[in-house]
């Protein structure tokens, strides 16, 4: 995962590379072009200054043609030889391989032609230059360019961190605070002042926010908890006095089957008030006080306690349970957790089935068979069925879940060759590594 520093920083130095390689052609062009230009005028002052010299000569046609031979050896660039009319000055360059260091290759050269009268008779002359020096020109000027780029690059990663660091310091210490916010504990945060207006308004916001979050979830708790507390009477009340009616004679069947069918319901919803006032519990943290438990001692006795009810589905229960697993916890909320791990896998599980359960040291596994994956999107929030065949009150999971969250554990389901598994990691990788 890139930091957003990092990532703009990245940007920045592409296309600070991309400007710089394009740059390089374009020197060489611009480079190339000064320095022809220059060349040419050097080439015209040249031809310029040796026609106004022989010119300014008093020589006999003789005196002359020895001097232009004498000139020829001495300066071969700038050769004079006659010409048989006055044409235009021409300008051009030719490649060819230069005379005095043959295995050097092909030169480039610019070569002006002009033409001047002298003695009543025309002359041109042919002046000459090297221009591959402006190669190594092109080449100078891009290593000095690239030592400049990474001392330019170096000297802006350096100043970028430091500026960064100090402007989005508010930033980060807003990222920090809300990274350890957890709702559970309803305490409010207080973002730093800053007098940036952008992370002000961030944090003004993210405090309004949070409040409101703490204020809705602490209303919410209270309302399931004193819902839950003022619903035990009436569902205590009821259950009895359907019991004293059920108990009184005459009873027709119609009757009996009546009170039979209120009475599973009452059950069920007395059932759900239990869970609901359970999970109140677990939010306002009543369940604090923590202990070694033996969970292999724990799982052992819960397994005898199902056995009756494994005998009347006719499944066989397979266990794999290593000796003193110990873990940290409220014993009261680690047996509702691997009791309701337990009915609902038994729940589950059709008839003639077989139950593995394995304990490891830092993992409780227990998988049945089944033909249907469970919705797994839905599968431990509450009042929610992990299947449309199977009735519940749908709140097992989500309890579940609940004491994991607490002790940072990891619940996981898969569903993998016509298998349910529920895994709990009481050490997951993310714990380790803090």
């Not at 004293?244 to 039979?260: A, C, V």
């Not at 869970?275 to 109140?280: D, F, G, K, P």
């Not at 409780?364 to 009735?391: A, C, D, H, M, W």
């Amino acid at each position: 995962m890139n930091k957003l520093l990092d990532l703009t920083l990245r940007k920045f130095i592409r296309y600070a590379a991309l400007v710089l390689l394009c740059s390089i052609p374009a020197y060489y062009l611009l480079v190339d072009l000064i320095w022809q230009h220059e060349l040419k005028e050097h080439n015209r002052i040249v031809g310029e200054t040796v026609k106004q010299n022989l010119q300014k000569l008093t020589l006999s046609d003789q005196d002359l043609h020895e001097k232009i031979s004498l000139w020829n050896q001495l300066r071969p660039e700038t050769k004079i030889t006659p010409a048989d009319q006055y044409r235009p000055d021409s300008t051009y360059t030719i490649y060819r391989r230069n005379k005095y260091i043959p295995a050097k290759g092909l030169d480039r050269f610019q070569v002006l032609v002009t033409y001047f009268p002298v003695n009543r008779k025309y002359y041109s002359i042919t002046v000459e230059n090297n221009i591959e020096e402006s190669y190594e020109t092109v080449l100078g000027i891009a290593v000095v360019t690239f030592l400049f780029f990474f001392i330019m690059l170096g000297g802006f990663i350096l100043i970028n961190r430091r500026i960064s660091r100090r402007l989005w310091q508010p930033f980060y210490n807003s990222l920090e605070k809300i990274r350890k916010f957890d709702l559970h504990q309803q305490q409010p945060v207080f973002f730093e002042a800053t007098n940036i207006a952008e992370f002000y308004t961030l944090n003004v916001n993210l405090e309004k926010l949070i409040a409101a979050n703490i204020d809705t979830y602490q209303q919410q708790k209270e309302f399931t908890e004193n819902a839950s507390h003022e619903l035990q009477t009436p569902l205590a009340i009821v259950k009895s006095r359907l019991d004293m009616l059920l108990q009184s004679h005459p009873l027709t069947p119609e009757q009996s089957k009546i009170i039979d069918d209120t009475h599973r319901a009452l059950s069920k919803v007395a059932l759900i008030n239990k869970n609901l006032l359970l999970l109140a519990k677990i939010d306002n943290r009543q369940f604090s006080g923590n202990e070694t438990v033996n969970l292999s001692s724990l799982l052992q006795d819960q397994i005898l306690l199902f056995r009756d009810l494994a005998t009347d589905k006719h499944f066989r229960i397979k266990q794999k349970i290593a000796p003193e697993v110990l873990i940290a916890g409220n014993i009261t909320l680690v047996e509702i957790m691997t009791t309701n791990l337990l009915m609902n896998v038994i729940k589950h599980s059709k008839n003639g089935a077989t139950v593995y359960i394995e304990l490891s040291p830092h993992q409780l596994q227990i998988t049945n068979s089944g033909t249907v994956r469970l919705r797994e999107t839905r599968l431990f929030k509450r009042f929610s069925s992990t299947s449309p065949n199977v009735p519940g009150t749908g709140l097992g999971l989500a309890i579940i879940q609940k004491i994991s969250d607490q002790y940072g554990w990891i619940v996981t389901y898969k569903f993998e060759n016509n298998s349910h598994s529920f895994c709990i990691d009481f050490n997951p990788p993310a714990l380790k590594h803090t």
